[in-house]
């Protein structure tokens, strides 16, 4: 005896939310701009006890607040777009990222030799900040994560003034 099987569907139930429309330079722009700003601020955070300079320790403690804004609101569009928090670039060396060796040497260095390693690291991120900023806004598809983009790009603009 032989039968046919049928099923009916049952009513549609809605999934979780789909993450945002995001491109792969959404991706790659947050993905790396999240620990960049992590490191650079990790750094900053360092001049108040290690800086020489009252005007390193000002430019520091400047970037400190910012970047922390800049940082909740990276870590809030990435989150959205469903991205793993974790950093996939932990260990590469690249232009403006503050690497865990950097921290290192930062931790056990006090005065001038301080000063000039945070403000050359500091300097590079913020440059390249705005170099990533651009790139987003020109091929980025999530018009959050473009926004972000500007707004990370004026913070590098302004932390590059500061530290010059």
Same mark, same amino acid.
């Given at each position: !005896?032989?039968?046919?099987?049928?099923?009916?569907?049952?009513?549609?139930?809605?999934?979780?939310?789909?993450?945002?429309?995001? $491109?792969?330079?959404?991706?790659?722009?947050?993905?790396?701009?999240?620990?960049?700003?992590? $490191?650079?601020?990790?750094?900053?955070?360092?001049?108040?006890?290690?800086?020489?300079?009252?005007?390193?320790?000002?430019?520091?403690?400047?970037?400190?607040?910012?970047?922390?804004?800049?940082?909740?609101?990276?870590?809030?569009?990435?989150?959205?777009?469903?991205?793993?928090?974790?950093?996939?670039?932990?260990?590469?060396? !690249?232009?403006? !990222?503050?690497?865990?060796?950097?921290?290192?040497?930062?931790?056990?260095?006090?005065?001038?030799?301080?000063?000039?390693?945070?403000?050359?690291?500091?300097?590079?991120?913020?440059?390249?900040?705005?170099?990533?900023?651009?790139?987003?806004?020109? $091929?980025?598809?999530?018009?959050?994560?473009?926004?972000?983009?500007?707004?990370?790009?004026?913070?590098?603009?302004?932390?590059?003034?500061?530290?010059?």
């Amino acid at each position: !005896m032989g039968g046919c099987a049928t099923t009916t569907a049952g009513p549609a139930v809605p999934g979780p939310a789909a993450p945002a429309a995001v $491109n792969p330079t959404d991706v790659a722009w947050l993905q790396l701009v999240v620990p960049m700003t992590e $490191n650079a601020l990790a750094a900053a955070r360092l001049a108040p006890e290690h800086a020489e300079s009252p005007h390193v320790r000002s430019a520091a403690e400047a970037c400190t607040g910012p970047l922390e804004q800049l940082l909740g609101r990276l870590r809030a569009v990435r989150d959205r777009a469903g991205l793993p928090a974790a950093d996939v670039h932990s260990g590469h060396r !690249m232009p403006g !990222m503050v690497t865990a060796a950097d921290l290192v040497a930062l931790r056990s260095e006090r005065g001038a030799g301080f000063d000039r390693r945070l403000v050359a690291l500091l300097r590079a991120h913020a440059a390249q900040l705005v170099v990533l900023a651009g790139g987003e806004q020109a $091929n980025g598809a999530d018009a959050e994560t473009r926004e972000l983009a500007r707004v990370a790009g004026a913070e590098g603009a302004r932390e590059t003034e500061l530290l010059g």
